[in-house]
């Protein structure tokens, strides 16, 4: 089973910041917080990932409390192209992914 | 594209036949997985290989998928006898363990969505 709990939906008007949290409060030690996005009718995306440090590349940037028992994966200029389910998952480096059901983004003109 | 190409990209089958899925990983990627999705699901992990060698099945595998990736490069799945169950889109995804690269993502091919009438 999926070890994240997230929204079943949200929605972010376009140009405006996508906030997207994700519970994990089991998160053990030595595990990682990674994000995957899937786009209608494609295969999923990586988006980021991180330990316990706040992260940022060019799609994103991933805010981990301090206990690590949560994070807030940030779209900072959402477009309509972000558009899609996106994942949470924590998992050990060089693992299968466990995905669970995600939240399904709208984002709205 | 992520450069993990699979084919075909649709099938559509009858009951009880015999399907097989092809999957090209990245060239340099060791690591393939084969994952399934069910409509409104999130994808399901089946398999994966390191190499040549298959190091984890999935429950959800059972006796009539079989996986094979032959020379450590492109991979295939066979369903036999396919079931009305089976319909989801088959996905799979290349990595390379991070001892060998700075980052162990794993890319999604496209997917082929199977159809068991």
């Known amino acids: 089973d999926a070890k994240t709990t997230q929204p079943t939906s949200m929605d972010c008007a376009e140009g405006r910041a996508a906030n997207l949290p994700c519970n994990h409060s089991?998160?053990?030690?030595?595990?990682?917080v990674y994000w995957y996005r899937q786009i209608h009718s494609q295969g999923p995306q990586y988006i980021i990932h991180g330990l316990k440090n706040n992260e940022t590349n060019e799609m994103a940037s991933l805010i981990i409390t301090e206990d690590r028992k949560s994070s807030t994966l940030i779209l900072p200029h959402a477009t309509l192209r972000d558009t899609a389910v996106y994942y949470c998952?924590?998992?050990?480096?060089?693992?299968?992914?466990?995905f669970g059901k995600g939240t399904r983004l709208h984002i709205l003109p | 594209d992520t450069g993990v190409s699979q084919d075909p990209r649709h099938k559509i089958t009858k009951r009880g036949q015999n399907v097989t899925f092809r999957c090209d990983p990245i060239s340099e990627h060791n690591r393939l997985y084969w994952y399934r999705q069910t409509l409104g699901q999130g994808p399901e992990f089946l398999t994966y290989?390191?190499?040549?060698?298959?190091?984890?099945k999935s429950r959800l595998l059972s006796d009539r998928f079989s996986a094979e990736r032959p020379k450590g490069s492109f991979s295939t799945l066979e369903i036999q006898r396919t079931e009305q169950g089976d319909s989801a889109m088959y996905l799979c995804?290349?990595?390379?363990?991070?001892?060998?690269?700075?980052?162990?993502?794993?890319?999604f091919g496209p997917g082929t969505r199977l159809t068991v009438l």
């Open positions: 998952i924590v998992m050990n480096r060089d693992d299968k992914i466990i």
């Open positions: 290989f390191q190499n040549e060698a298959q190091l984890e």
């Open positions: 995804a290349s990595s390379l363990p991070i001892q060998v690269a700075s980052t162990d993502t794993q890319y």
């Open positions: 089991t998160i053990s030690g030595n595990e990682y």
